[in-house]
């Protein structure tokens, strides 16, 4: 279930430090949320305000070097809130690779599975997680992650109380109910319409149990 959605940006706030329309970092309290301008639709539009991009990749660099850390970021959100537009171009930034929860998630149910193999698995050792085929709705090849390298996780239950600790920077994207249906089923179709439901309950256990927004850094309206 790939996720769709837009991301821009007019600038971010968070723990881990704040980012400006140009693409300033500095330091800052608690979690805020900003607007964020600009859309990726299906023909490919605007992506990420470039002051967005460079700023939360500097703030997450800014944390790992201070704590000798491997990079970790977070992306998470709700269906159609653009989580994988901005996992992908601050992976590209960061010479990160980008796990995709998609590819995570075993199945329709398998959301709380997903998030719990972000801390045990993907962010674990070995790190690396097993593939789900949608296709054959059945498990498939273990993919192995490089320690070594950065990563970014996107997709809901990437963010929760176990990976939180984990990571160098934390992002959570929000969005209004009626624009994530749009985008989300403007691309999947009747294929997500048909389990929409039973997908945003999922959301909204996890939501409810681990509470993502408090536990970002960063907080983005798309």
Same mark, same amino acid.
């Given at each position: 279930?790939?996720?769709?959605?837009?991301?821009?940006?007019?600038?971010?706030?968070?723990?881990?430090?704040?980012?400006?329309?140009?693409?300033?970092?500095?330091?800052?309290?608690?979690?805020?949320?900003?607007?964020?301008?600009?859309?990726?639709?299906?023909?490919?539009?605007?992506?990420?305000?470039?002051?967005?991009?460079?700023?939360?990749?500097?703030?997450?660099?800014?944390?790992?070097?201070?704590?000798?850390?491997?990079?970790? %970021?977070?992306?998470?959100?709700?269906?159609?809130?653009?989580?994988?537009?901005?996992?992908?171009?601050?992976?590209?930034?960061?010479?990160?690779?980008?796990?995709?929860?998609?590819?995570?998630?075993?199945?329709?149910?398998?959301?709380?599975?997903?998030?719990?193999?972000?801390?045990?698995?993907?962010?674990?050792?070995?790190?690396?997680?097993?593939?789900?085929?949608?296709?054959?709705?059945?498990?498939?090849?273990?993919?192995? %992650?490089?320690?070594?390298?950065?990563?970014?996780?996107?997709?809901?239950?990437?963010?929760?109380?176990?990976?939180?600790?984990?990571?160098?920077?934390?992002?959570?994207?929000?969005?209004?109910?009626?624009?994530?249906?749009?985008?989300?089923?403007?691309?999947?179709?009747?294929?997500?319409?048909?389990?929409?439901?039973?997908?945003?309950?999922?959301?909204?256990?996890?939501?409810?149990?681990?509470?993502?927004?408090?536990?970002?850094?960063?907080?983005?309206?798309?």
């Amino acid at each position: 279930m790939p996720e769709s959605g837009a991301v821009g940006a007019s600038g971010a706030v968070g723990a881990a430090g704040a980012v400006d329309a140009a693409g300033a970092v500095g330091a800052v309290g608690a979690a805020g949320a900003v607007d964020a301008a600009g859309a990726v639709g299906a023909a490919g539009a605007a992506g990420p305000a470039d002051s967005l991009v460079e700023g939360l990749a500097a703030a997450a660099a800014g944390v790992a070097t201070a704590s000798g850390t491997r990079l970790v %970021v977070l992306v998470d959100g709700r269906s159609g809130t653009g989580k994988t537009t901005l996992g992908t171009v601050l992976g590209d930034r960061l010479g990160a690779e980008v796990v995709h929860l998609d590819d995570v998630y075993p199945g329709w149910d398998g959301l709380a599975a997903a998030a719990r193999a972000v801390v045990t698995d993907v962010l674990g050792e070995p790190s690396g997680y097993r593939r789900w085929d949608w296709a054959t709705s059945s498990p498939a090849e273990w993919a192995p %992650v490089d320690p070594e390298r950065p990563i970014v996780v996107e997709g809901c239950g990437a963010l929760s109380r176990g990976s939180a600790p984990l990571a160098s920077l934390r992002v959570w994207l929000e969005a209004d109910d009626g624009t994530r249906w749009d985008r989300a089923i403007g691309r999947d179709g009747d294929v997500f319409a048909r389990e929409w439901e039973r997908w945003a309950a999922q959301e909204s256990a996890f939501i409810a149990a681990e509470r993502p927004a408090e536990l970002a850094d960063v907080v983005l309206r798309t």
